[in-house]
T-cell receptor, first 115, second 112 residues
Framework: EPEVTQTPSHQVTQMGQEVILRCVPI?????FYWYRQILGQKVEFLVS????????KSEIFDDQFSVERPDGSNFTLKIRSTKLEDSAMYFC?????????????FGPGTRLTVT | AQSVAQPEDQVNVAEGNPLTVKCTYS??????LFWYVQYPNRGLQFLLK??????LVKGSYGFEAEFNKSQTSFHLKKPSALVSDSALYFC??????????FGKGNQVVVIP
């Protein structure tokens, strides 16, 4: 069964450093998403991406964040200058269609620790 | 904004007993509701969804969920729990075009 994969599984970085989290969505999916979960809190939507552009973003997704699909398979989330409060589990997801009835498939997550 | 609530932190159940994980929702318009499960070191796995139609929705691994409009609930159920069902369960609602709004999750512990 095809799966969304994410690398690395755990990333430790110092405050102010740039990090890139990588995701490989399911191969025939066209819609891509990033979510995050701060320890002990809810899973929160960050951004959705389609046709090489952001289609929707939350208030969390400020200028420090960016997303890119650099090639036909990878989907990345970049945090330009990490802050302590960026420490969280980051989940990538993909779906074959857009719209309320289509489920999103999630990767295993990258745990980001900012020190 | 759409939202869901999962009132319990942890659900303990004996193996073989029925399992229920509660979820209530708050939406404007038609609700599109989902259940996901997270096993240790794995991503969120889709279990089932309610879009329209029958109030009882059947999903993966023997799980089902009952949509109740009058009680604004979408409880996840399994008639006979297995130890392997021990995991974190998330209820979610479609919020906007593409985003999912999740509940805080419920840890299910199935006791052998």
């Amino acid at each position: 069964e095809p799966e969304v994969t994410q690398t690395p599984s755990h990333q430790v970085t110092q405050m102010g450093q740039e990090v890139i989290l990588r995701c490989v969505p399911i191969s025939n999916h066209l819609y891509f998403y990033w979510y995050r979960q701060i320890l002990g809190q809810k899973v929160e939507f960050l951004v959705s991406f389609y046709n090489n552009e952001i289609s929707e973003k939350s208030e969390i997704f400020d200028d420090q964040f960016s997303v890119e699909r650099p090639d036909g398979s990878n989907f990345t989330l970049k945090i330009r200058s990490t802050k302590l409060e960026d420490s969280a589990m980051y989940f990538c997801a993909s779906s074959s269609r857009r719209g309320s009835s289509y489920e999103q498939y999630f990767g295993p997550g990258t745990r980001l620790t900012v020190t | 904004a759409q939202s869901v609530a999962q009132p319990e932190d942890q659900v303990n159940v004996a193996e073989g007993n029925p399992l229920t994980v509660k979820c209530t929702y708050s939406v404007s318009g038609n609700p599109y509701l989902f259940w996901y499960v997270q096993y240790p070191n794995r991503g969120l796995q889709f279990l089932l969804k309610y879009i329209t139609g029958d109030n009882l929705v059947k999903g993966s691994y023997g799980f089902e969920a009952e949509f109740n409009k009058s009680q604004t609930s979408f409880h996840l159920k399994k008639p006979s729990a297995l130890v392997s069902d021990s995991a974190l369960y998330f209820c979610a609602v479609r919020d906007g075009n593409n985003r999912l709004a999740f509940g805080k999750g419920n840890q299910v512990v199935v006791i052998p």
